[in-house]
Each structure stands twice: as structure tokens, then as C-alpha cells.
């Protein structure tokens, strides 16, 4: 069975601690792995795309890279307006269903 | 630019009543999707579609209907409230291509079922 789980389930920094988010995955046959990033009261709003092993995005604070079983999102210096639940989802195949974490909530104290 | 246009915000039903969801997309984006979030859960996908009058169900269909009489629009149906179905539903669409072409999401409606 095909299964997504993130950890930790919450993270507390404080201004200017770099640290990382896992989302590790257990799939057939993986097509895509996205990154969102969700505020309170908000949708998930698009963060990256990775498609095979090795590949690596950058945006900002936020670089997100990709094994053959699991995805970090590595997050830099980071500011409290980088405080959000960061989702990830994979596309596993042709039927236009991902599968989705349970997301990391990150809290970043100034 | 609106996006995806999510109405209520906020809805409070008694067990057994009806009601719509609404959803609007004015991108011209051929998939759309309604999705349940429960805590500690990941997202649930509950039904899509690829395009007008094509609909299909997802990992959690039970108690709720579709239809896509259009391409910018996208209700979901709620045909007898049950207290399970309290939780934060988000609309998502995107144009087909599902690997390369990430969701838009709207900004929820909760529901709450007494």
C-alpha cells in the first residue's frame, strides 16, 4: 500500500535556527512530489515540484530535495513568517489522486 | 485575479439536513477536486473531475455528490449531514497533467454537522 508520513509533527525554532522536514514515502511508482505550505484558516498554497532522486529546488529560505525514499524540505535562517503547516503529496499514478501527509506544523519564535 | 472562489466560509448543520458547496475556478482549468482535511489526517480526496460532465470518486465519496455542468464550476452536494462529516473542505483545481501541474486551492469551508 502506498503511504506518505511526515515528521515531525510540529517544530519549534527560533528566528535564525536552521533545521529540516521529512516526508518520507513507501510507493509503487512515484511520478511527482509536491511541497505546499498551508497558513491558518488558509489553502495549501504551491510550493515545489521534485520528480527524481537527487533533484533539488530552491526558493528563498526553502530548499527541498528528493532520495528514493524520502523528501527534506530544508529550511535556512528561518523568520517567523516562515511559520506555516508544510504539506507534501505524491503522484503515484494515471489517476489523478495524490496521496498526502499529515503535514509539519513549524512554529518560528522571533 | 480570484482563483478559486470557495462560499461559505463557515456552515452549521443538524444531522440530516442537505446543503451545497460551492466552488468557482476562473482560470479555465480542466481538473477540478474537493478534498476533506481532518486533524492529524492528510488530505482526503473525496470526488474530481476532468472536465465538463465528467465526474469520478475519490478515497472518501460516501454522503456526498458532484456534478460539472461547466468548466469553472464544481458543487459538492452534502445529501443527509452526519457528525462525521464535520471537517475543513478545500476545492483544488489545475489543468490536466497531474505530475507537472500543481493544485490551486481555495480558502475552505468548515463545516460543522451537530
Known amino acids: 500500500e502506498d503511504q506518505v508520513t511526515q515528521s515531525p509533527e510540529a517544530l519549534r525554532l527560533q528566528e535564525g535556527e536552521s533545521s529540516s522536514l521529512n516526508c518520507s514515502y513507501t510507493?509503487?511508482?512515484?511520478?511527482?512530489l509536491f511541497w505546499y505550505r498551508q497558513d491558518p484558516g488558509k489553502g495549501p498554497e504551491f510550493l515545489f515540484t521534485?520528480?527524481?532522486?537527487?533533484e533539488e529546488k530552491e526558493k528563498e529560505r526553502l530548499k527541498a530535495t528528493l532520495t528514493k525514499k524520502e523528501s527534506f524540505l530544508h529550511i535556512t535562517a528561518p523568520k517567523p513568517e516562515d511559520s506555516a503547516t508544510y504539506l507534501c503529496?505524491?503522484?503515484?499514478?494515471?489517476?489523478?489522486?495524490?496521496?498526502w501527509g499529515a503535514g509539519t506544523k513549524l512554529i518560528i519564535k522571533p | 485575479n480570484a482563483g478559486v472562489t470557495q462560499t461559505p466560509k463557515f456552515q452549521v448543520l443538524k444531522t440530516g439536513q442537505s446543503m451545497t458547496l460551492q466552488c468557482a475556478q476562473d482560470?479555465?482549468?480542466?481538473?477540478m477536486s474537493w478534498y476533506r482535511q481532518d486533524p492529524g489526517m492528510g488530505l482526503r480526496l473525496i470526488h474530481y473531475?476532468?472536465?465538463?460532465?465528467?465526474?469520478d470518486q475519490g478515497e472518501v465519496p460516501n454522503g456526498y455528490n458532484v456534478s460539472r455542468s461547466t468548466t469553472e464550476d464544481f458543487p459538492l452536494r452534502l445529501l443527509s449531514a452526519a457528525p462525521s462529516q464535520t471537517s475543513v473542505y478545500f476545492c483544488?483545481?489545475?489543468?490536466?497533467?497531474?505530475?507537472?501541474?500543481?493544485?490551486?486551492f481555495g480558502n475552505g469551508t468548515r463545516l460543522t454537522v451537530t
Open positions: 483544488a483545481s489545475s489543468p490536466l497533467g497531474m505530475n507537472n501541474s500543481p493544485l490551486h
Open positions: 482560470m479555465n482549468h480542466e481538473y
Open positions: 473531475s476532468v472536465g465538463a460532465g465528467i465526474t
Open positions: 510507493v509503487s511508482g512515484l511520478r511527482g
Open positions: 521534485l520528480y527524481s532522486a537527487g
Open positions: 503529496a505524491l503522484y503515484v499514478d494515471s489517476n489523478y489522486q495524490l496521496i
